[in-house]
């Protein structure tokens, strides 16, 4: 299950980093959906920063950094997997 965390709004492809403006909360050790008309994959969430400070959280509101294993476009959504506990 996913839930929604986010958009993208840049990508440095030279680098291979997307921001993202958070509409939920995200922290290192997540594991993200991105989704958009070209774009679907996985991957945990290594490392966030903002302003160029490496974070372990950031929440709604806040705008972070991270490196991303495929390219992404701007307006992909982000999503945050859920684990289903019993």
């Known amino acids: 299950m996913e839930t929604k965390v986010g958009r993208v709004s840049h990508y440095y492809d030279r680098i291979g980093v997307a921001v993202l403006d958070l509409s939920g909360e995200l922290k290192v050790g997540d594991t993200i959906l991105i989704l958009g008309r070209?774009?679907?994959?996985?991957?945990?969430?290594?490392?966030?920063?903002?302003?160029?400070?490496?974070?372990?959280?950031?929440?709604?509101?806040?705008?972070?950094?991270?490196?991303?294993?495929?390219p992404v476009h701007k307006g992909d959504t982000v999503f945050k997997a859920i684990e289903n506990t019993p």
């Open 38 to 70: 070209a774009t679907e994959f996985t991957q945990q969430v290594d490392s966030m920063e903002i302003e160029h400070q490496k974070v372990q959280y950031a929440g709604p509101g806040m705008e972070v950094a991270l490196r991303v294993v495929e």
